[in-house]
């Protein structure tokens, strides 16, 4: 099988590619956070837009990004370059973006969504997901509002969120709708009322995190789990280098794989969505070759058993654990 077409259904009779390419390019965001507009450095500009028109000429067939991540330009015009070739049609390509903490108000969830499809040129997207259950105060320009250095949390609850993402799907803007670093507890309850119910979470997930509980409650109920930051992010500062791990290294080498490959292979063998961020074109090829080989039990095991709590992600920026829908936690 081959990455375009490796595919897992969704609860709403659709169906998500299990590989998707990751868009989040640090320097390049928080740029844009820093001075606060959409103006693009060209370079990494130019990078992102690459990455995704060579990631879809080696098969992917599924993009992520999210207005914060300010990679939606680029995203677009790579799509749209791919579209006007003919090389496949736009049912065939999935595109999924998010809902920024700033825009839970539900009279801003739909001006949010238009932008990010004005931004990537598209007339609708297969995917739209509210980034964190935590909303922000919307403060006009400010990405991350604070004060005295602490994050400005909004009191809408993420339910009346969700309502409006919901009329979204009613329109036709978006074909699906989901959240993301949503906790149990919190899929749970949007649950209980939905009236569509979440396609995808999307969370942090490799095998230094497991989140093993989340992950059989969501499967279990219907909704597919995505990794985000599947190689946990390699920086060269980490205590935490899962690509270095021994474990993973002895299982790479059996298999005659590379350590990432075994670690994306080990989330779609479950049946989880990977989206991997590579800039660099032999990686993302690399990354793609991930549906001609299988772990078996033993080695499943032995990569499960590496699980130690580890997040990349703690998002302390947030300073956020007082937040009512602070998510961090299974
Ligand atoms: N929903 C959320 O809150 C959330 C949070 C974080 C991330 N995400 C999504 O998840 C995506 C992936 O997460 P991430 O970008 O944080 O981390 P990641 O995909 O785990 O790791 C990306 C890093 O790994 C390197 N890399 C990629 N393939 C490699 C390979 N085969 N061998 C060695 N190194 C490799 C990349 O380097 P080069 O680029 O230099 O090749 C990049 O620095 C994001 O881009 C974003 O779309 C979502």
């Not at 935590?134 to 604070?146: A, D």
Request: net charge negative; glycine share 4%.
């Amino acid at each position: 099988m081959s990455a375009s077409e490796a595919k897992i259904p969704l609860n709403n009779g659709l169906s998500i590619p299990l590989l998707g390419l990751g868009t989040f390019v640090e320097g390049h965001a928080v740029r844009h956070f820093n001075i606060g507009v959409h103006m693009s450095e060209p370079s990494q500009s130019e990078q992102i837009k690459t990455a995704v028109e060579i990631a879809l000429d080696a098969g992917y067939r599924h993009v992520d990004t999210a207005s914060i991540y300010f990679s939606e330009k680029e995203v677009g015009m790579a799509v749209r370059s791919r579209l006007e070739r003919e090389d496949f049609t736009r049912k065939e390509i999935f595109i999924t973006s998010k809902l920024w903490n700033t825009f839970h108000d539900p009279a801003d969830v739909r001006p949010a969504c238009l932008e990010s499809l004005s931004n990537l040129g598209l007339s609708y997207l297969d995917l739209y997901l509210m980034h964190t259950p935590m909303g922000f105060q919307n403060v006009p320009g400010e990405l991350f509002p604070r004060k005295n250095n602490m994050i400005l949390a909004s009191n809408v609850d993420y339910i009346d969120t969700w309502k409006a993402m919901e009329k979204l799907v009613d329109e036709g803007l978006v074909k699906s709708i989901g959240v993301s670093n949503f906790n149990r507890s919190q899929v749970e309850r949007l649950l209980s009322v939905a009236r569509i119910k979440p396609a995808i979470n999307q969370v942090e997930l490799h095998p230094y995190l497991a989140q093993q509980e989340m992950v059989k409650y969501c499967q279990s109920n219907g909704i597919v789990v995505t990794a985000h930051t599947p190689l946990g992010s390699p920086q060269p500062n980490f205590e935490e280098q899962i690509l270095l791990d021994p474990v993973i290294i002895a299982i790479a080498e059996k298999n005659g794989k590379t350590a990432a490959q075994i670690i994306l292979r080990y989330q779609v063998q479950k049946n989880i969505v990977v989206i991997p961020k590579s800039l660099t074109a032999s990686r993302i090829v690399q990354n793609s070759k991930i549906f001609d080989f299988k772990l078996d039990e033993d080695e499943m095991q032995k990569i499960t058993a590496l699980d130690r709590n580890w997040r990349r992600y703690n998002i302390d920026i947030f300073q956020s654990d007082t937040h009512p829908y602070f998510p961090f936690s299974e």
